[in-house]
């Protein structure tokens, strides 16, 4: 059984940072692309960032660009989002899944249940 994990999130002031891990069982991530999306209360689920099989190419949402890092430890079998910079519009729950090279997740993939953050004075 295929599962993802995400941890990380919490509560932070704008301008903080925090790192979200992601842990897949069940099926290893080094063969294929990873993402990271978000969904924020009463809005549809987004796109993050992506990162290829090895780590060598990236891809982010232009809200996001250069303030967050996605990353990937295929031995480990984790996919991590850096964020730092962080906005009250950043606030939301991060979700990690398999996805396509083009970033966009297979319909039949699972979800996880997602890491809560929140950019609060």
């Known amino acids: 059984q295929v599962q993802l994990v995400e941890s990380g999130g919490g509560l932070v002031q704008p301008g903080g940072s925090l790192r979200l891990s992601c842990a897949a069982s069940?099926?290893?991530?080094?063969?294929?692309?990873m993402g990271w999306f978000r969904q924020a209360p009463g809005k549809e689920r987004e796109f993050v960032a992506g990162?290829?099989?090895?780590?060598?190419?990236?891809d982010y949402a232009a809200s996001v660009r250069g303030r967050f890092t996605i990353t990937r430890d295929n031995a480990k079998n984790m996919i991590y989002l850096q964020m730092k910079n962080l906005k009250h519009e950043d606030t939301a729950v991060y979700y990690c899944?398999?996805?396509?090279?083009?970033?966009?997740?297979?319909?039949?993939?699972?979800w996880g249940q997602g890491s809560q953050a929140t950019v609060t004075e």
């Open positions: 069940g099926r290893t991530v080094n063969t294929t692309s």
């Open positions: 990162i290829s099989w090895n780590g060598g190419q990236t």
């Open positions: 899944n398999f996805t396509y090279t083009s970033y966009t997740v297979r319909q039949y993939e699972q």
